[in-house]
């Protein structure tokens, strides 16, 4: 198998040895031939040297059409077939390049030893490239691709512009299940043959089975451009565009805060593509953020555990797993999928941040939490905060014990139950309390005191059913 297409981007010293031989014999010679098919033949042999084969066999084309009897344009016209892969078609011009010039393969044109070398390596070269191509052929055949990867490997540092070898190497790729290695041959051979549907059509299937379905639309529109009426480029141009319009809006809404709307979008994503796992991965992922955004943390936590089960250091689900985790204050939890996100994404400020975040909660919880405290979630609001302290404060008013022990505890527990209201209920207050930070820590620090040991009669003159500073109405009876 003559393979041309790897030199005729050096055309003067590194095409086939018949073509060197031939441009030394006849370069400049009266051939017989007219103007017009002569015009063509230069036209053509530079879009050859340019390595523009398309273009170059039509002009070939026009020379046979101009004069059939022309073993020149027959010639040249098989070059170019060798480097688009059609050995069939260049051999048939051969074949009848011989029929016209019987002494063809016998010119004497006394080169140089340079350029006798250099035609005797090319034909030794095409000798082994014929063998290497029968053998990829046959492991082909007997599924063996692994072996046919080598094959055409090798062929294909010679015959770059080969564009069937390259489509057969893109096939081996995907049988062999790594689709991602055959979209570069794919895309060569899509640029070395004209109207390559097909080659377009493979690619965007490939990027729609790797889940990225903006550039499958991209290919399948490539597909679309040549052929208007392709039945499998339309099929599937109509299901990879109903996919990415539900994404980008399910996006849309993420980007607005509407997180409910995007995880209904994403879950019609998942209905409309059942058969591709990654799409529902990626929707799961997706739908685990929402969740934790919208401090839904049970759900949260279910739909990112099972994103996670199929791919433990997707880094995504760890991070919104986490802050969930926060919200339910399993802050252990939360500082264990950080770490494990960490591992695979050093550089992230974001899990800095949240991992220093957790493990400052998680101290914080050993001593004091004001959410536990007042029993109500990270995520309540001050209605209910408000609500939850009369409760308790009503509850575990001294007043309502009779011994001494007893006060002794509801004193305490009380004064809890007022400081917490005091935190959460206050903006800049809760917003470093749920930081990390305590609140009352840092104003005891500077008032000298303990905020965790305040005595009763701090709190003697607060109306826990009041909105304000009103006095306090009950009445105590210490004894």
């Given at each position: 198998?003559?393979?041309?297409?790897?030199?005729?981007?050096?055309?003067?010293?590194?095409?086939?040895?018949?073509?060197?031989?031939?441009?030394?014999?006849?370069?400049?010679?009266?051939?017989?031939?007219?103007?017009?098919?002569?015009?063509?033949?230069?036209?053509?042999?530079?879009?050859?040297?340019?390595?523009?084969?398309?273009?170059?066999?039509?002009?070939?084309?026009?020379?046979?059409?101009?004069?059939?009897?022309?073993?020149?344009?027959?010639?040249?016209?098989?070059?170019?077939?060798?480097?688009?892969?059609?050995?069939?078609?260049?051999?048939?011009?051969?074949?009848?390049?011989?029929?016209?010039?019987?002494?063809?393969?016998?010119?004497?044109?006394?080169?140089?030893?340079?350029?006798?070398?250099?035609?005797?390596?090319?034909?030794?070269?095409?000798?082994?490239?014929?063998?290497?191509?029968?053998?990829?052929?046959?492991?082909?055949?007997?599924?063996?691709?692994?072996?046919?990867?080598?094959?055409?490997?090798?062929?294909?540092?010679?015959?770059?512009?080969?564009?069937?070898?390259?489509?057969?190497?893109?096939?081996?790729?995907?049988?062999?299940?790594?689709?991602?290695?055959?979209?570069?041959?794919?895309?060569?051979?899509?640029?070395?043959?004209?109207?390559?549907?097909?080659?377009?059509?493979?690619?965007?299937?490939?990027?729609?089975?790797?889940?990225?379905?903006?550039?499958?639309?991209?290919?399948?529109?490539?597909?679309?451009?040549?052929?208007?009426?392709?039945?499998?480029?339309f099929s599937l141009y109509k299901q990879v565009k109903k996919l990415n319009k539900q994404i980008e809006s399910a996006e849309e809404f993420i980007r607005e805060g509407r997180y409910q709307d995007a995880i209904n979008k994403y879950d019609s994503v998942m209905k409309t593509e059942p058969d591709v796992p990654i799409y529902a991965t990626r929707a799961k992922e997706r739908i685990c953020h929402c969740l934790s955004k919208n401090q839904q943390a049970a759900e949260a936590i279910k739909v990112c555990t099972e994103v996670l089960q199929l791919?433990?250091?997707?880094?995504?689900?760890?991070?919104?797993?986490?802050?969930?985790?926060?919200?339910?204050?399993?802050?252990?939890?939360?500082?264990?999928?950080?770490?494990?996100?960490?591992?695979?994404?050093?550089?992230?400020?974001?899990?800095?941040?949240?991992?220093?975040?957790?493990?400052?909660?998680?101290?914080?919880?050993?001593?004091?939490?004001?959410?536990?405290?007042?029993?109500?979630?990270?995520?309540?609001?001050?209605?209910?905060?408000?609500?939850?302290?009369?409760?308790?404060?009503?509850?575990?008013?001294?007043?309502?014990?009779?011994?001494?022990?007893?006060?002794?505890?509801?004193?305490?527990?009380?004064?809890?139950?007022?400081?917490?209201?005091?935190?959460?209920?206050?903006?800049?207050?809760?917003?470093?309390?749920?930081?990390?930070?305590?609140?009352?820590?840092?104003?005891?620090?500077?008032?000298?005191?303990?905020?965790?040991?305040?005595?009763?009669?701090?709190?003697?003159?607060?109306?826990?059913?009041?909105?304000?500073?009103?006095?306090?109405?009950?009445?105590?009876?210490?004894?």
């Amino acid at each position: 198998m003559v393979c041309p297409a790897a030199s005729a981007g050096r055309l003067g010293s590194a095409l086939p040895f018949l073509l060197v031989l031939f441009d030394l014999q006849y370069q400049g010679a009266e051939c017989g031939i007219n103007a017009e098919v002569e015009k063509q033949l230069e036209m053509g042999k530079k879009l050859l040297a340019a390595g523009q084969l398309a273009d170059a066999l039509s002009h070939f084309h026009a020379a046979i059409e101009g004069d059939s009897d022309n073993y020149i344009a027959y010639y040249r016209r098989a070059t170019v077939y060798l480097a688009m892969g059609k050995s069939k078609a260049a051999i048939r011009d051969l074949s009848k390049v011989v029929e016209l010039k019987q002494d063809f393969t016998s010119l004497k044109s006394n080169p140089s030893n340079n350029e006798e070398k250099e035609a005797q390596t090319q034909l030794t070269k095409s000798d082994e490239l014929q063998r290497l191509h029968s053998q990829a052929l046959s492991a082909y055949q007997q599924e063996d691709y692994e072996a046919a990867i080598s094959l055409l490997d090798e062929i294909l540092a010679v015959c770059v512009w080969d564009a069937e070898l390259r489509e057969l190497r893109a096939e081996c790729y995907i049988k062999e299940g790594e689709p991602s290695k055959a979209i570069s041959d794919l895309k060569a051979a899509a640029k070395l043959k004209n109207d390559n549907t097909e080659a377009f059509y493979k690619i965007s299937r490939i990027y729609y089975q790797l889940g990225d379905h903006e550039l499958s639309l991209s290919e399948v529109r490539e597909c679309l451009k040549l052929d208007q009426d392709h039945k499998q480029c339309f099929s599937l141009y109509k299901q990879v565009k109903k996919l990415n319009k539900q994404i980008e809006s399910a996006e849309e809404f993420i980007r607005e805060g509407r997180y409910q709307d995007a995880i209904n979008k994403y879950d019609s994503v998942m209905k409309t593509e059942p058969d591709v796992p990654i799409y529902a991965t990626r929707a799961k992922e997706r739908i685990c953020h929402c969740l934790s955004k919208n401090q839904q943390a049970a759900e949260a936590i279910k739909v990112c555990t099972e994103v996670l089960q199929l791919e433990s250091t997707n880094v995504n689900a760890l991070k919104d797993r986490a802050e969930a985790y926060l919200l339910e204050d399993l802050y252990e939890e939360a500082i264990k999928d950080y770490e494990t996100a960490q591992a695979n994404s050093e550089n992230d400020q974001q899990i800095r941040e949240g991992l220093e975040r957790a493990q400052k909660m998680l101290k914080q919880s050993q001593k004091r939490d004001y959410y536990k405290i007042l029993g109500v979630k990270r995520n309540a609001r001050k209605q209910e905060i408000i609500k939850a302290y009369r409760k308790l404060a009503s509850q575990w008013h001294p007043d309502n014990f009779q011994s001494e022990e007893e006060k002794k505890k509801a004193e305490k527990k009380f004064i809890d139950i007022a400081a917490a209201k005091e935190v959460l209920t206050d903006p800049e207050m809760r917003r470093k309390f749920d930081a990390g930070e305590d609140p009352l820590d840092a104003e005891s620090q500077q008032g000298g005191g303990n905020p965790f040991h305040r005595n009763w009669n701090t709190w003697q003159g607060f109306n826990p059913f009041g909105s304000g500073g009103g006095p306090f109405t009950f009445k105590f009876h210490f004894s």
